[in-house]
């Protein structure tokens, strides 16, 4: 589904004391299908656009269109339940809402709740729980006996199981050991590309914006500050300690690199065996070269 923010403010508390503007005439537009990387430093507003995504916050000003869907201050969204189950969002530490007796409950519980059939719950079930990479003999188990990492997937497995158009993920790799993060991204991107949905990931990870994402945004005091592709937003040392990020490392590495030997290697995303080669060409071109 097409998500287009049309000059979006969202003020916490309005009109009492505490009253705080999170974002401020925010507008992009993501097409349907684009894996989008949500970034900027803490408070910056990612997670209060996020949750505008599924009519969870509406817009103080401004208006959100979702596919067909409106959400704005002025109208009622139509449906917004039918909205709630085309977009899956995974909060942040998602496993805190587990609540069931058992991890197939907790995954079926989303579809459950809007009337999916029991033999269509129990089909989406099982291929969430593969999706995730856990067996399914998990299923029949406690969600509270497994581990943290664990309860992550299962958690997510609940999303997946709605089959969302939409899939809006805040931090969904927080807390997890490398290994597990990079299963877990890996994990969906592979949904991603084979549901074709339309991804918007909040992260703090400058490589994860660069490996998954196929557009940027980047925030700064609930402010759009930049956009564009990766590789024009990401490469910008400049543009990105002004808001206090930093360059991806292999980004860092390849400027190290090119001060080192004189020659720049642009980066398209290639692997580490390929950059190695690519590297390795510039030194000895520079050895053969005196
Ligand atoms: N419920 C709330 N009431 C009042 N202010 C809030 C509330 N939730 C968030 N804020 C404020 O709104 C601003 C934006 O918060 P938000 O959580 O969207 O930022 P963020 O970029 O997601 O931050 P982080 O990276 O730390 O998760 C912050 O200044 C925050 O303190």
């Not at 969904?172 to 994990?187: F, H, N, W």
């Not at 590789?231 to 400027?255: S, Y």
């Amino acid at each position: 589904m097409d998500i287009t923010f049309k000059d979006v403010s969202y003020i916490y508390q309005a009109n009492t004391p505490f009253e705080h503007r999170a974002l401020s005439g925010v507008s992009f537009h993501i097409p349907s299908g684009s894996f989008v990387a949500v970034i900027g430093h803490t408070g910056s507003g990612k997670s209060t656009l996020l949750q505008h995504l599924n009519g969870l916050l509406r817009p103080t000003e401004g208006k959100v269109m979702i596919g067909d869907y409106q959400i704005s201050a002025a109208e009622k969204t139509k449906d917004i339940k039918s909205l709630r189950e085309k977009v899956g969002v995974v909060f942040q530490y998602p496993e805190h809402q587990l609540f069931e007796e058992t991890v197939a409950k907790d995954i079926g519980f989303g579809p459950l709740n809007f009337n999916v059939e029991p033999k269509e719950i129990e089909r989406r079930t099982g291929q969430a729980i593969k999706a995730v990479g856990l067996p399914e003999d998990l299923l029949q188990r406690s969600p509270f006996d497994l581990s943290g990492g664990q309860m992550r997937r299962v958690a997510i497995a609940g999303v997946l199981a709605m089959n969302p158009e939409v899939l809006v993920l805040d931090e969904p790799t927080a807390g997890l050991d490398p290994s597990g993060q990079r299963e877990i991204m890996d994990m969906f991107s592979r949904q991603h590309k084979n549901n074709n949905l339309t991804t918007v990931l909040v992260t703090h990870s400058m490589e994860d914006a660069l490996r998954y994402a196929d557009h940027i945004i980047i925030m700064k005091d609930g402010e759009k500050y930049m956009e564009g592709a990766p590789l024009e937003v990401l490469v910008n040392k400049e543009e990105l300690q002004r808001v206090q990020l930093d360059l991806p490392e292999v980004i860092q590495f390849l400027h190290q690199a090119e001060k080192q030997f004189g020659k720049a290697i642009p980066y398209r995303k290639q692997g580490i065996a390929q950059l190695a080669k690519e590297l390795t060409a510039v030194v000895k071109g520079g050895e053969s070269h005196g």
